[in-house]
Each structure stands twice: as C-alpha cells, then as structure tokens.
C-alpha cells in the first residue's frame, strides 16, 4: 500500500464530540492523485511511486514536464511527489491508476508535512520566544538581543546562537494527527489539530509506521 499522497490545506474548524467537547480541526483535501510513473529497484537503485496531483493546463509546464506526462496519458499535473513502496506491493500498482482517500481509515495516525507560513525578518522575542527586557526604571534594553557571547575568549560568536532573522517559510512536519473523518465522496479528511502551511497549501501525508 502506498504510505502517503498529496493533498491541499483548506482551512480549519471545529466539531464537538458526543459529549459536549468542541475539537479544533484541519480540512484537507486528499488527492485524486494519479500515478504517473513507477520507479523501480533495477532501473532507478530504489523503489517508489511518482504522484500527480491538482491538473494543470499543458501550456503550463515545460516542454519536458509535457513529455512526462504525456507517458502516463492521464494530463499535466501542477504538483509531483515520490513516495516509497516495498517490492511485493510495487507490481499492485499501475502507470494511470488514481490514488483516492480510500487509502486512509477513521482513527488513523498520520503525519503531514507542509511549508510553514513565512513571517519575514523577526528579533528574538517574536522568534524564539525570549521574554525581554525591563518595561520601566529608564531600562534601554525592551527587545533587544543583549549579550551573544564572551569577551577575550573565544573571541567569536558560539555558532547556532538565537538570534534575529528569517522566521518562517520552512518545512515543518506536524506528526501523530489523527483522522477524525474520511469522505471519500468530497475527497477530504478531516484531521484533529493544526497542519503547518497557509490556506490553499502543498501537504504531503504519510502514514505512521
């Protein structure tokens, strides 16, 4: 069974339990995803399944894109994914075949990798949480860094310090999610807690080993 598929992040809500509890939620559209090539052990030194996912008009993609597609015979994809599969399933799975949210159950763990949102150039409270300086008594020092490093010795700043800078916009892994809902239908889950990523966000979902 393929591990993982693709899908895209479109927002968040909340659903209440039989008892009364309300649980924050992410609704995540989870494929169809189209197989557009197989990679295998003797040819490529690994095994895996290359996804397809949101269709893209041909005028959209590179000569070369075009003529990868134009292999499977399934149209142009805006997205392609590789996810890992073991020998004996390789030979279940065809060039074309739709990958659906069939391939997920109620209960499920997951883990979903997404790009986090980018928040441009912050100092040190808004990156890594540092609480500050005084407020009052004619304190300087509010948000600043303060001290960085010693003095005579080593002469240099410790590399991996805390410091201000680029925040966000990185991959980030949201790991152990569980699968509240499968609508197979719509083609969504609906999974408890938070995914990294913006609205309309590429999301990678693998299934717990």
């Known amino acids: 069974m393929i591990r993982g598929m693709l899908a895209r992040k479109l927002g968040t809500a909340r659903i209440f339990s039989e ?5 924050p939620v992410t609704v995540v559209e989870a494929g169809p995803c189209t197989i557009i090539q197989k990679k295998t052990r003797e040819k490529d030194g690994y095994n895996a399944i290359q996804l397809g996912f949101m269709p893209q008009k041909e005028r959209r993609v590179t000569k070369p894109e075009a003529g990868h597609f134009k292999k499977a015979g399934k149209g142009c994809y805006r997205y392609l994914r590789e996810f890992s599969i073991d020998d004996e399933e390789l030979e279940s799975y065809e060039v074309g075949q739709e990958v659906t949210v069939e391939n997920f159950e109620v209960g499920e763990k997951i883990d979903v990798v997404g790009i986090s949102k980018g928040c441009g150039f912050a100092g040190v ?10 407020e009052t008594h004619g304190s300087m020092s509010h948000r600043v860094v303060g001290s960085i490093g010693a003095s005579s010795f080593p002469s240099r700043v410790t590399k991996g310090k805390k410091m201000p800078g680029h925040m966000g916009n990185s991959r980030v892994t949201a790991k152990n999610l569980t699968i509240l809902d499968v609508r197979p239908d719509e083609n969504v889950l609906v999974l408890k807690g938070s995914v990294p990523g913006s609205k309309n966000g590429l999301l990678l979902i693998h299934k717990c080993l």
Do not use: L, P, V, Y
């Open 125 to 134: 409270i808004k990156r890594h949480g540092f609480h500050g300086g005084k």
């Open 19 to 23: 008892e009364g509890h309300s649980i």
